[in-house]
């Protein structure tokens, strides 16, 4: 079944709770406060379904607010989730300041449908009747709610008339509206916290998006705390599950009243950061007074309010019905997300002067004031495809992985995927596992990694290339978008792997003359040594280049494998190894075990190399250690 959300909106006392009441037969004041003193104080509740003329039902939430101008934060609190307003006025009084201002706050909010309700049409006769919505509809002109796209109706609670008329033009209205994303990620404003005997603790709220199952796992913001869902109510009935658009009551294993108030959030898990500032798209009122640069304000979205410094990205200060972009620090965290609405209201005294939407939860910091300003005014009027797109643009090289996304927008990963198929497909992105990266960033990275082996190459004519390991730390990149880069670069035959060295396509090593003879020398000078080798340091001291140089070329010899290392400061020939090794082979014949002394007497050498060979022959499984012999294997 459909549901969704209505809110009404008006001054005090224009009938507001006695309309609710006509339609659904329910009291939204719920508080003892309320009863008594026949104001509403705060949001009440109340629902309806309505048969459709296809044999359907649409499933009507309604969140009544308070009019009298000092309970407007409640009114906010009640108003964010809403899909369509009730603008009820009352028929002997017309529009008033709680008219206006509750007004202002739907547009500021973007509301887009509803329905303008003169109630109390039993007290004026027809002639102020019709006065009355004359004046009404001047006051509606151009807006949502102007007479040419939706309807007034006038009604009286008291005798009925004009109630079924309304229900009608409410199923019409509530019919054009799509249905919310069931299968965006879940997010649940709380407007109420309380304890239910037998249950424990609940929270309601407008679930905005998603969906929540039994059994759920939360996270609380801002706390991060992680709650099960051990029980769903949606409009006052058991379920198992709750879907965006309708009117919830979770009741929550893991938290007592105490942690949870109205303001704070639920969402799915591990998922989103709350955080402190927001970057958003400002509008002031036309009736507002300038508001200068860091002006502390009172800012609404959903059911939080919270005090927040309003930076602009531009000028001293906003006049009047200007729209400029601005940061807002608020002074505790929260989970907002970019297409939030949001109202701001004076520091004091305290009234609405203006409102717009969120660009950017959780600004990176230390990013040039004029350029977040150009990003802000881009993804303002881009599609959510080229939003996005900018979003990965403007990481540059640390690129946009596929979760800092979801983070980043409230989208799920599906959808990620879906808007940035076509840029990948088109080549404007490169897509590395689960990460994102810019065509420009990509090939300017390609570019100083060549750039890199190259500037090595030329410097290092003596190594083989550049270790992977040593080439992916001197970026500042990921690990998936390196890879990316450097296959690209290998396919592309600009740079070749060879083992865990990347060098120039087939350039090795460059030796002048004197390297390579030197490379003889040291070669020859341990070939003819056999295992009566020679100290590698009096071997280098007799050449002709440099000890640095001299360094390289061994290590050339090590990589090629014509020198083995043994230990620190043993190194023999390959060859000289080789013979050993058959050496042993015939000596097992004779006798499968051998002491350090038979070994020195075989091989005719002293102590002081026969330990590390011994040893480097255990390491190589030519023998073991058993006691103080060895068993040829
Ligand atoms: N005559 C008449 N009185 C009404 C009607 N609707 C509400 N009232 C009265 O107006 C007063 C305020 O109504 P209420 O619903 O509490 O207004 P709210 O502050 O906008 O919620 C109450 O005394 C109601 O009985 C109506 O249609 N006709
Ligand atoms: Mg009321």
């Not at 009640?78 to 008219?99: F, M, R």
């Not at 893991?254 to 989103?272: E, H, K, N, Q, V």
Request: positive net charge; proline residues 3%.
């Amino acid at each position: 079944m459909k549901s969704v959300i209505v809110g009404t909106a008006g001054h005090i006392d224009h009938g507001k709770t006695a309309l609710v009441k006509a339609l659904t037969g329910i009291d939204a004041d719920r508080l003892e406060e309320e009863k008594r003193r026949g104001i509403t104080i705060d949001i009440g509740f109340a629902h309806l379904e309505i048969p459709t003329a296809e044999g359907n039902k649409i499933r009507l939430g309604f969140v009544d607010v308070p009019g009298h101008e000092k309970f407007v934060r409640n009114m906010l609190a009640g108003i964010g989730g809403i899909d369509l307003v009730l603008l009820v006025i009352a028929a002997d009084e017309g529009v008033k300041p709680q008219t206006r201002e509750h007004f202002d706050i739907c547009r500021l909010l973007s509301i887009q449908r509803g329905i303008t309700v003169l109630t109390k049409s039993d007290s004026v006769d027809r002639e102020t009747l019709d006065v009355v919505r004359m004046e009404v509809e001047e006051f509606l002109r151009g807006s949502f709610l102007d007479v040419a796209k939706a309807p007034i109706l006038a009604v009286s609670a008291l005798t009925r008339s004009g109630i079924e008329e309304l229900k009608r033009a409410l199923l019409d209205v509530a019919s054009q509206i799509p249905a919310r994303d069931s299968g965006a990620i879940a997010r649940l404003p709380i407007d109420r916290v309380f304890t239910m005997k037998g249950f424990g603790t609940v929270v309601t709220g407008t679930l905005i998006s998603g969906s929540i199952s039994r059994d759920d796992e939360l996270e609380l913001f801002p706390s991060g705390r992680k709650l099960r869902v051990r029980g769903i109510q949606v409009h006052g009935t058991a379920a198992d599950q709750a879907v965006a658009g309708q009117r919830t009551a979770l009741n929550l294993a893991g938290a007592s009243t105490a942690d949870l108030a109205r303001g704070m959030s639920l969402a799915l898990p591990d998922t989103f950061h709350g955080g402190k500032r927001v970057d958003v798209s400002l509008t002031l009122l036309p009736s507002a007074k300038p508001l200068k640069d860091r002006a502390r304000v009172h800012l609404h979205v959903y059911t939080a309010e919270v005090i927040a410094e309003v930076r602009l990205y531009g000028g001293k200060e906003v006049k009047p019905g200007e729209r400029v972009f601005a940061q807002l620090r608020m002074a505790e965290p929260g989970l907002l997300l970019p297409g939030d609405r949001f109202i701001i209201r004076q520091f004091s005294p305290v009234i609405t002067i203006g409102g717009g939407w969120v660009l950017e939860a959780n600004p990176p910091s230390k990013v040039k004031k004029d350029e977040t300003e150009k990003f802000l005014r881009e993804i303002a009027i881009a599609t959510p495809e080229a939003a996005l797109e900018a979003r990965v643009a403007r990481r540059g090289q640390q690129a946009l992985s596929v979760s800092e996304a979801v983070a980043e927008t409230g989208l799920p990963a599906s959808v990620i995927q879906r808007y940035l198929s076509k840029a990948v497909h088109n080549g404007d992105i490169v897509r590395a596992a689960d990460v994102f990266i810019h065509r420009g960033s990509f090939d300017s990275l390609k570019s100083q990694l060549t750039k890199r082996v190259q500037d090595f190459q030329a410097n290092s004519r003596l190594v083989a290339g550049l270790s992977r390991k040593e080439l992916q730390e001197s970026f500042a990149t990921r690990s998936e978008v390196f890879s990316a880069a450097l296959d690209a670069l290998v396919k592309e035959k600009q740079l070749e792997f060879a083992g865990e060295l990347v060098r120039l396509p087939g350039r090795g090593v460059v030796m002048k003359d004197e390297e390579a003879e030197s490379k003889k020398t040291i070669e020859q000078a341990f070939a003819s040594a056999g295992l009566a080798v020679p100290a590698l340091k009096d071997v280098l001291s007799t050449l002709k280049v440099d000890r640095a140089r001299a360094q390289k070329i061994v290590t050339l010899l090590l990589r090629d494998k014509v020198l083995v290392k043994i230990s620190d400061d043993l190194v023999f020939h390959s060859s000289a190894l080789q013979q050993l090794r058959q050496q042993m082979a015939s000596e097992k014949a004779k006798s499968p075990n051998i002491d350090v002394a038979r070994f020195k007497e075989l091989t005719g050498v002293s102590r002081k190399y026969a330990i590390p060979l011994l040893e480097y022959l255990d390491r190589e499984r030519v023998t073991r250690r058993v006691g103080n012999e060895r068993i040829i294997l």
